[in-house]
């Protein structure tokens, strides 16, 4: 854990610039209504104070960059389309509306499949094949995965429950029973 400590150090003075052992130690920062930085990962809690603020820090830089990026990647589209006719707008829209009609057909499929071999529905996604019967063969061997995992390894124990006697109905019937 030293080892760990140690390394958030070094990666904190290189970010900032400062001398490692030379300077204040870094001071938290009040904590911020960051969506991303309140939701930690797995075991953020061990990082200490520290930690967490350069570790939120990180997050917000991480969500500002990728934010500038988009904001990039639409002008850069945008510059790429100035130059097209009315034609080849059109052209790709329709391509791309193609393909998303594609995907959402494909999707459709292996839940239609997974509903009639009755898979549940959180496997339905991981059907494979392009066809109805390359989806059916996979949901049956799906299934076959299925019940083997559901399937109890207990045996029902023939002395427990109703047995093949009938029940007596009164005190004399039982002791006559009994006795027989």
Not at 31 to 42: K, L, M, R
Not at 131 to 141: F, H, P, Q, V
């Amino acid at each position: 854990m030293h080892r760990k400590w140690w390394n958030l150090i070094r990666i904190r003075t290189i970010e900032t610039g400062a001398e490692p052992g030379g300077g204040e130690p870094p001071q938290p920062e009040p904590p911020q209504s960051d969506p991303q930085a309140n939701t930690g990962g797995e075991g953020d809690e061990k990082l200490g104070e520290h930690g967490m603020t350069a570790l939120k820090n990180e997050r917000r830089a991480n969500k500002s960059l990728r934010e500038q990026l988009a904001a990039a990647n639409a002008r850069i589209k945008e510059f790429e389309d100035r130059d097209k006719t009315d034609a080849e707008k059109a052209s790709e829209r329709i391509a791309s509306l193609e393909k998303s009609n594609t995907g959402n057909a494909a999707k459709a499929l292996r839940y239609e499949v997974a509903v009639d071999k009755q898979l549940p529905k959180a496997l339905a996604e991981r059907l494979q094949g392009s066809t109805r019967e390359e989806l059916e063969a996979d949901a049956d061997s799906l299934l076959k995965l299925v019940n083997v995992q559901n399937k109890p390894n207990v045996k029902p124990d023939p002395s427990q429950g109703k047995g093949g006697d009938p029940k007596p109905h009164s005190l004399s019937e039982a002791i006559s029973a009994y006795y027989k």
